[in-house]
Nanobody, 124 residues
Framework: QLQASGGGLVRAGGSLRLSCAASGRTISTYVMGWFRQAPGKEREFVAAISRSVGSTYYTDSVKGRFTISRDNAKSTVYLQMNSLKPEDTAVYYC???????????????????WGQGTLVTVSS
């Protein structure tokens, strides 16, 4: 089970750190990802981090502003979001998969486990 937290209301230019904690399992063998879904839009990929060496990948719109990281000892993955923009407003979901091929990390349907989502609202 994945539990996402850390969302909230922030002004443009501000920062938030999202957390995704896994209960009942270690995340060290899972590719971990963050997705988001804005009202009226499809769920989109935000960032992912690999199992072991911590390779990361970001969608272009968040590169240089967001950082994904993981603490396997705490079974938690983080998404540090800086320089937030109103267009970052969405429900953010964490996801995990044990057998995901790195080339498919952008595809939501490739992840087996999902958190419940946490709402991020960025005001202008």
């Amino acid at each position: 089970q994945l539990q996402a937290s850390g969302g909230g209301l922030v002004r443009a230019g501000g920062s938030l750190r999202l957390s995704c904690a896994a209960s009942g399992r270690t995340i060290s063998t899972y590719v971990m990802g963050w997705f988001r879904q804005a009202p009226g839009k499809e769920r989109e990929f935000v960032a992912a981090i690999s199992r072991s060496v911590g390779s990361t990948y970001y969608t272009d719109s968040v590169k240089g502003r967001f950082t994904i990281s993981r603490d396997n000892a705490k079974s938690t993955v983080y998404l540090q979001m800086n320089s937030l923009k109103p267009e970052d407003t969405a429900v953010y979901y964490c996801a995990a998969d044990a057998s995901l091929i790195w080339s498919t990390i952008r595809k939501a349907n490739q992840y087996d486990y999902w958190g419940q989502g946490t709402l991020v609202t960025v005001s202008s």
